[in-house]
């Protein structure tokens, strides 16, 4: 496997945990032409049977494709088509993108059913660089693998027996620019088998976040980096560089760890310089609960859930990555989490402890239940007089509650009692009121009257004086 950046191919090594084993690069014609001699059979093997037999294709990782030119990497994607479309019998399926990795690890298996098949049947597995935009047609070609069915099973002899090899990828027309390799493991797989493997080796549940996250919560993940080969730099930077770290990141989980290379030595190739230098044995560990936390709605974009289970691994000068590569988390071995197997056998030696005690003592633990069971006695006892004590208390409170409504009424009453006598006096002060005004008016008018007539008298009075006053 390798490191892959814009301009660097780097190969790594890694411990048992994420060892693969890279076999000789064949090309399909030269396969098939040493090593294995073909037989003369009128049926193969394979086809013999009830037909309810399962193909199983595993795509497992892809080397040295060709870059794309505007971005000096890739994000590839592996398309396998069994069967032809002027059969009327085609199954396509295609493996998750990964994102800017010329040397891609994909670890996923589809699965066909051998009885839509025959001793004809072609097989195309293409590989493609997909694009910026989720457009059709827009991606580019990097490579196929061409062959038929016959000859994809050809070194199998039975079932369950898989077989893988290394494929170089081909051009498609003479204009098509291409390079690398595809691995490619098959083998045929009864329905029995398949029906038990089904779900675990689908590529759409391994690709599943929320299924990562329940299997995979428990578990701590521990990365060692051994030897780094041909880290590519420019002619005119010389190494050691300095400080270099190794970034791991799963998830929302991200460990960065400064290192000092050891016995680095360095190649002029090219105008480039090739360096090569081993790591300290040192483990570098992630908890995977928190890592895979991340809720699943969060993720909204469709590459952001094909790569949530990818453990990226990127070499780091600075802040600047030199080369990075990623390696799905369901193809490598996990180690569960210390703290929690702790606690676990914990409670389990305390269950075999209650156990081997009640076994030993027998009316220590009757004598215990009888206790146990007069205690819950007293207390439902006492349960039942607190019950009691306080209906009664309830049922005070509500007679007093209504002694004091009746003397409200009572209070009301009075009130109302006083209020309209209250009323009839003021009615009757206001009467004699009226009474005293209008009595008052007519004296007014008496002695405006008496006033009147005695001014009246005077006058006639004066004027009878006035009248003697002339004779």
Request: contains cysteine; glycine residues 4%; hydrophobic residues 50%.
């Amino acid at each position: 496997m390798g490191l892959n950046s814009s301009r660097l191919s780097v190969p790594v090594t890694f411990d048992s945990a994420f060892e693969r084993c890279d076999a000789p690069s064949h090309g399909l014609d030269e396969y098939t032409a040493s090593g294995h001699p073909r037989t003369e059979l009128l049926v193969p093997w394979w086809a013999q049977g009830d037909g309810s037999a399962m193909l199983c294709l595993t795509v497992h990782e892809c080397r040295n494709l060709q870059a794309d030119m505007e971005k000096q990497s890739a994000s590839p994607y592996v398309r396998v088509c069994v069967g032809d479309a002027d059969s009327g019998v085609q199954i396509t399926h295609d493996t998750r993108v990964v994102g800017r990795m010329r040397n891609p690890m994909f670890e996923q298996s589809f699965f066909f059913p051998m009885h839509k098949f025959h001793s004809g049947t072609r097989v195309n597995i293409s590989v493609y660089s997909a694009a910026a935009i989720a457009l059709k047609g827009f991606d580019t070609f990097c490579g196929m693998v061409y062959t038929t069915l016959p000859s994809l099973l050809e070194p199998t002899t039975r079932p369950m027996d898989s077989y893988t090899r290394w494929y170089m990828l081909a051009r498609r027309k003479p204009s098509d620019v291409v390079s690398g390799e595809v691995s490619i493991s098959v083998c045929v797989m009864p329905r029995l088998t398949y029906s038990v493997v089904a779900h675990s080796e689908d590529a759409l549940t391994l690709l599943d976040p929320q299924m990562l996250k329940t299997l995979l919560s428990k578990y701590v993940l521990r990365v060692r980096v051994h030897e780094i080969l041909k880290l590519t730099t420019a002619h005119d930077r010389m190494f050691p560089l300095h400080p270099l770290f190794l970034k791991i990141k799963i998830g929302k989980g991200c460990v960065v760890v400064p290192f000092q290379p050891v016995a680095p030595h360095t190649l002029f190739e090219n105008m480039r310089n090739n360096t090569s230098f081993t790591l300290p044995e040192e483990d570098i560990v992630v908890s995977l609960g928190p890592a895979l936390a991340s809720a699943v709605s969060k993720l909204t974009k469709k590459r952001d859930k094909e790569e949530a289970g990818d453990i990226q691994v990127s070499l780091l000068f600075k802040k600047k990555v030199l080369a990075s590569t990623q390696i799905p988390v369901w193809d490598v071995p996990l180690k569960p989490d210390l703290k929690a197997l702790a606690a676990e056998e914990a409670a389990r030696k305390e269950a075999e402890d209650a156990a081997q005690l009640g076994q030993h003592a027998p009316c220590e633990c009757a004598v215990m239940m009888m206790m146990m069971m007069m205690m819950m006695m007293m207390m439902m006892m006492m349960m039942m007089m607190m019950m009691m004590m306080m209906m009664m208390m309830m049922m005070m409170m509500m007679m007093m509650m209504m002694m004091m409504m009746m003397m409200m009424m009572m209070m009301m009453m009075m009130m109302m009692m006083m209020m309209m006598m209250m009323m009839m006096m003021m009615m009757m002060m206001m009467m004699m009121m009226m009474m005293m005004m209008m009595m008052m008016m007519m004296m007014m008018m008496m002695m405006m009257m008496m006033m009147m007539m005695m001014m009246m008298m005077m006058m006639m009075m004066m004027m009878m004086m006035m009248m003697d006053d002339d004779g």
